[in-house]
């Protein structure tokens, strides 16, 4: 329980650093990276906290927290976003 906790910390950390990257308008490929680590580190960190999971889930899991984070990050924050200021 503590390494999911550990994880989900560090990942929205991560994942608050990447947004603030992504509004500072510096590279975007590399922000994108950075959301997308964040968003598979907080999916891992969601499947540790449950006891029994799947190998499905974890197959599953990953991938869609990576790519929802940056779509996530993207829609809000990049240039033309509703927070963009």
């Given at each position: 329980m503590?390494?999911?906790?550990v ?5 929205g950390?991560?994942?608050?650093g990447?947004?603030a ?14 959301l ?22 974890w ?14 990050g ?12």
């Amino acid at each position: 329980m503590a390494w999911a906790l550990v994880t989900i910390v560090i990942s929205g950390a991560l994942f608050l650093g990447g947004l603030a990257g992504l509004h500072g308008g510096r590279s975007d490929a590399m922000w994108s990276i950075v959301l997308a680590l964040a968003g598979a580190g907080l999916a891992a960190g969601g499947l540790l906290v449950q006891d029994r999971n799947e190998v499905a889930s974890w197959i599953v899991a990953l991938p869609v927290g990576a790519v929802l984070s940056v779509v996530h990050g993207k829609a809000l924050f990049a240039i033309g976003g509703p927070f963009r200021t």
